[in-house]
């Protein structure tokens, strides 16, 4: 069964720090995808970021990257230059191959961002 | 431009109560899928479908069912509402594969008392 852990339920940063939000999964798919999503408050869930589990480089979009390392089985999201905004929940989430008896989006228990001034 | 549209956004059920949370997408996704939303739990899936006609459990779905007769439409029923379905529910959709283009949607959400 596929499982998604992240194991900082609360992590605090300086603004116009980085900062990496962990992420492990377990699935025994071969090929995969991996997502990152933020929650601000208001309760919208915003894509962050993709990484397939065959792509040669670690995924980047602006300020967010994934440092992916499937050995290990980890999809950790890097922010640099924390903003105030940044502040949020973030998901990490885990989909498995299509058109299986087991395609199912699953997600992680979220990790809580505070971005200090 | 609607995207995922669920409703209703705000509803407060009686124990025992039966409804039907609705959830609809205009970009012809084949997948859809409902998640509830607990705190200090993450999204958990319901149950989610991979094109009309199928659908499937995930993680949590007692007391709940699905059916998807559209592409479009998947709702969610609630047989008889208890108080452990107080949630923020999702409804998400998006296409099938791992491409990074299949990004995956979400209703804005819905949140549900169960008094």
């Not at chain 2, 109560?17 to 609705?22: V, Y």
């Not at chain 2, 409902?34 to 199928?54: E, F, K, N, T």
């Not at chain 2, 208890?82 to 979400?106: E, H, K, M």
Request: hydrophobic share 30%; net charge neutral.
């Amino acid at each position: 069964a596929q499982k998604i852990t992240q194991t900082q339920p609360g992590m605090f940063v300086q603004e116009k720090e980085a900062v990496t939000l962990d992420c492990t999964y377990d699935t025994s798919d071969p090929s995969y995808g991996l997502f990152w999503y933020k929650q601000p408050s208001s309760g919208e869930m915003i894509f962050l970021i993709y990484q397939g589990s065959y792509d040669q480089q670690n995924a980047t979009e602006g300020r967010y990257s994934l440092n992916f390392q499937k050995a290990r089985k980890s999809a950790n999201l890097v922010i640099s230059a924390s903003q105030l905004g940044d502040s949020a929940m973030y998901f990490c989430a885990m989909r498995p191959p299509s058109r299986t008896s087991y395609d199912k989006v699953i997600f992680g228990p979220g990790t809580s961002l505070s971005v200090i001034p | 431009n609607a995207g995922v549209t669920q409703t209703p956004k705000f509803q407060v059920l009686k124990t025992g109560q039966s409804m039907t949370l609705q959830c609809a997408q205009d970009m012809n996704h084949e997948y859809m899928s409902w998640y509830r939303q607990d705190p200090g739990m993450g999204l958990r899936l319901i149950h989610y479908s991979v094109g009309a006609g199928i659908t499937d459990q995930g993680e949590v779905p007692n007391g709940y069912n699905v059916s998807r007769s559209t592409t479009e439409d998947f709702p969610l029923r609630l047989l008889s509402a208890a108080p452990s379905q107080t949630s923020v529910y999702f409804c998400a959709s998006s296409y099938l594969g791992l491409s990074s283009g299949n990004t995956i949607y979400f209703g804005e959400g819905s949140w549900l008392t169960v008094v």
